[in-house]
């Protein structure tokens, strides 16, 4: 299942790919499954719409939607639409087996196509879930209330948000990592190595860590996950995909998977015990 560093690498490249590009065409399979918005309310939403910025926010994918009306106006990669200034949003969520490709209208279509929009440069972006599990959704900001991801985003946290957003709970920290109520696309990988950094333990309850534990715990998940999204970001194909393949699972783990193995610190067998009903792996000497 895609996690935050993967979900920002697609959208990075689905941005970089269609950004100011206008939506010509749109087909929608007759599945029902993949859509939170029905089909043909969305296909009536999204032609003519020109895409004015492709972004994560918490683990779905968001396309900035501007009526081609009133022209799109590009104020930088980086920068969030002001209030106002879109008309609609395009929302993704990948699900556990859902890819966005930008691709040619020639290319074969895969099975398990959902979604086919046809845009104005020629080319042609698909979303593709073999599982359906993924969300398709359109909002008319008219109508709609703007999309917001459930839980806090864990690269602008600060540090007092951060401790007090667990201390008050009693579960294990990992738990608490994993719940997208409280943080927005921790999922069991970056969770594990972050507590490694960090010298956690995955099942310390939340309410007897300490500041200074959830200020190392705060840093160590910052880092691994913009060291995930500089490995996964270095992709330069036109395919866009969450296959993994790219990098991202080559990332030097400490601990995710590496049961029995030697700590790359310190020697001792990794362990692996059952949090919240996933396989967790932590070093039982380096982790406190
Ligand atoms: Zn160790």
Redesign the pocket.
Known sequence: MPELPEVETIARGVHERVRGDRIVEVWFSSYPQPFKTPPAQQAKGHEGCVIEQVHRIGKHIVFELVLSGRGSKHRGSDSTPEAGIVDAQWIVHLGMTGRLLVTTPESPVAKHTHARISLASGRELRFIDPRRFGRLEFRRLAADEAFAAPGLEPLDIGAREFAALFRKRHLPIKAALLNQALLSGVGNIYADESLFRAGVRPRRRTGRITVAEYDRLRQALREVLRHAIRLGGSSVSDYVDANGDRGFFQLEHYVYLRTGEP?R????PIRRVLVAGRGTHY?P??QR
Do not use: D, L, P, V
Not at 265 to 268: G, P
């Open positions: 700590c610190r310190c020697q001792t070093c000497s380096c």
